[in-house]
């Protein structure tokens, strides 16, 4: 068990972070709702169906899309281009590992399955990272537009208005703004980060250059 929790501490710890601050946003915005309808003179909801309310389902997949999107451009945009200096860059004027063709470790037999497999399937796997977050984007997206509309329904039934549906919340300047104040601050916060780790160091973080390297010194 102590080898497990060291091989892996760094996942569960950040998974931990997360369900501490999903249980923290749950109950924070149960209070907040309730606020919100005691001031139209309305009786406040359980928790349990809190957690089915749009009010919940629209703030969680509002962020969540945000965080899929920024790391899904991030992998599909590191492909292409190249940051002088940036740790998390690849050089830009020599081969990268990370272009090697995956045929040449067939026979390797520390390689993943699919490599062996070769086809189609080494065709998926070479990009299963960026197909994965894609789609874990474009979930997030669609459940953030339903979480809304069914928030957007609640708030119309309490002014006795008619519903609405999913297309026409996507027509709402309102969902667009929930999605590009998240969108714009996560394509800032890893601009940031590039650009700082050019200069700055973190000793002891894969995430950063050694402290003697020099600032013109890109990749690992």
Same mark, same amino acid.
């Given at each position: 068990m102590r080898q497990f929790l060291r091989d892996n501490g760094l996942s569960i710890t950040l998974f931990a972070l997360f369900l501490l601050s999903l249980v923290g946003q749950a109950l924070t915005g149960w209070r907040a709702h309730a606020e919100e309808l005691r001031l139209h003179e309305l009786p406040a909801i359980g928790f349990l169906p809190y957690l089915r309310s749009g009010h919940f389902i629209s703030a969680v997949f509002e962020n969540w899309e945000s965080e899929f999107l920024q790391m899904g451009a991030y992998v599909l945009l590191t492909v292409?281009?190249?940051?002088?200096?940036?740790?998390?860059? &690849? &050089?830009?004027?020599?081969e990268n590992p990370e272009d090697e063709a995956p045929s040449a470790h067939r026979n390797d037999p520390n390689a993943p399955w699919p490599v062996h497999r070769g086809g189609l399937l080494l065709k998926l796997y070479s990009h299963s990272l960026s197909i994965a977050l894609v789609t874990l984007f474009l979930a997030s997206f669609w459940l953030h537009l339903a979480g809304s509309t069914r928030r957007m329904n609640e708030e119309a039934l309490q002014h006795r208005q008619p519903p609405q549906t999913m297309i026409s919340t996507l027509a709402e300047p309102e969902f667009w703004y929930e999605s590009f104040q998240n969108w714009q601050s996560e394509f800032l916060s890893i601009a940031v980060l590039l650009v700082l780790g050019i200069y700055l160091r973190e000793r002891g973080s894969p995430e950063s250059k050694p402290v003697a390297a020099p600032h013109a010194a890109t990749g690992h």
């Open positions: 292409f281009l190249f940051q002088k200096g940036a740790s998390e860059s &690849k &050089k830009p004027d020599e």
